[in-house]
């Protein structure tokens, strides 16, 4: 299975961007697909995920509100919508996807993608 995130770059603060991820090798409709982020220096920290339905979707505090995950599963795909974007937004995302949870710590995740850079500049 490979996810092959995209759409990053350079926005200004307060800019939109979206990215999304798609699927290939393995049709991934029952599984829970979501974000995380890696900010230079930092750990990896969890961003958002949705259940194979599209509902129950959960974010982390620091981007309820501003970012919004959605799911098309005809497309084998995940997006992540963020609006209002701060600096401390600027990180390499990466999607993710779990046959059964998506833990938060990122633990046990069955597939990763390579990540996609969004800089948000002051």
């Known amino acids: 299975v490979q996810l092959q995130a995209s759409g990053g770059g350079l926005v200004q603060a307060g800019g939109s961007v979206r990215l999304s991820c798609a699927a290939s090798g393995r049709t991934l409709t029952r599984y829970v697909m979501g974000w995380f982020r890696q900010a230079p220096g930092k750990e990896r920290e969890f961003v958002a995920r949705?259940?194979?339905?599209?509902?129950?979707?959960s974010y982390a505090d620091s981007v309820k509100g501003r970012f919004t995950i959605s799911r098309d599963n005809g497309e084998n795909s995940v997006s992540l919508q963020m609006n209002s974007l701060k600096p401390e937004d600027t990180a390499v995302y990466y999607c993710?996807?779990?046959?059964?949870?998506?833990?938060?710590?990122?633990?046990?995740?069955?597939?990763w993608g390579k990540g996609t850079l969004v800089t948000v500049s002051s």
């Open positions: 949705t259940a194979w339905r599209g509902d129950n979707a």
């Open positions: 993710a996807a779990d046959r059964v949870v998506l833990s938060t710590q990122g633990r046990g995740v069955d597939y």
